[in-house]
């Protein structure tokens, strides 16, 4: 099927590749309970560079060891970096926990990211990425997992894949995101991302895509598709962000 027809708009081309990616990997699991912003927020932080185990560790160590983020919130990076090192860059990711910290501590008696929630998708990115640390893809994690918006956050996986299949022809992730904002049909957008992100772990690889087995075949417009018969690894299906509650 050539979907890039004129007929197909954005939003048809989406629905397109969303219902080929649930026929194959299945409608994945949603938390059963929707976690707090912030620690969406913590938990895109710790996930950055390593896997999502990893990452589900760190993000324990942190929720078994203080009961509340106004606790964690008196702790100096040195004293955060020691819980989540597991996640690798502690440094770099102890720093940014604090800053945010810091940051909401200035402005709140509790610490406190409740008060988006009413706020359009717009005014919330711009209010996330206004702390230091929070980029397009950790505001918009917040908007899918913790609000439930009909938002696309785009990682890596995300961008690499809509650009090989022809939905966008973007130079960034940002990019991509932006392309992709308000163009979702309803309801699509955490099976859409969870099952871009599986794509392209498993099949749709940075390095050479295995597109013998890819279910989007048909109406990829990648050039340099790859028919060599190569085994796909199956990766951890864990969501880190879908099991933060
Ligand atoms: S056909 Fe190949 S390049 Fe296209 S999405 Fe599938 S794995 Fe990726």
Redesign the pocket.
């Known amino acids: 099927m050539n979907i890039f027809a004129v007929r197909f708009t954005m939003t048809n081309k989406i629905e397109i590749i969303n219902k080929l990616l649930i026929e194959h990997f299945g409608v994945p699991p949603k938390a059963k309970k929707l976690p707090d912003p912030l620690d969406t927020i913590i938990g895109t932080i710790l996930s950055q560079n390593t896997n999502d185990n990893n990452s589900y560790k760190a993000y324990r160590n942190l929720k078994d060891n203080f009961k509340t983020l106004d606790e964690l919130a008196l702790l100096k990076p040195f004293q955060i970096e020691k819980y989540i090192k597991i996640a690798g860059l502690g440094k770099q990711k102890s720093k940014a926990i604090y800053e945010l910290l810091k940051n909401l501590k200035k402005t709140q008696s509790k610490v406190s990211l409740r008060y988006i929630k009413k706020a359009s998708n717009e005014e919330i990115l711009n209010e996330l990425t206004s702390y230091k640390g929070v980029g397009v893809k950790t505001a918009s994690c917040v908007l899918l997992f913790s609000l439930d918006r009909n938002v696309c956050p785009v990682d890596t996986h995300v961008h690499r ?1 809509l650009n ?2 022809g939905l966008v022809k973007t130079k960034s992730p940002e990019k991509t995101f932006l392309s992709l904002l308000n163009k979702l049909p309803v309801g699509t957008a955490h099976s859409f991302h969870t099952n871009l992100i599986r ?1 392209g772990r498993e ?2 690889k940075a390095q050479k ?3 013998s087995i ?1 279910p ?2 048909e109406i ?1 417009k ?1 050039e340099h ?1 790859n028919f060599e018969t190569t085994k796909s690894n199956r990766a951890s299906s864990f969501m880190l962000l879908d099991n933060l509650s």
């Open positions: 894949t090989r299949i794509l099949i749709c895509p295995i597109c890819c989007l075949v990829c990648y598709k």
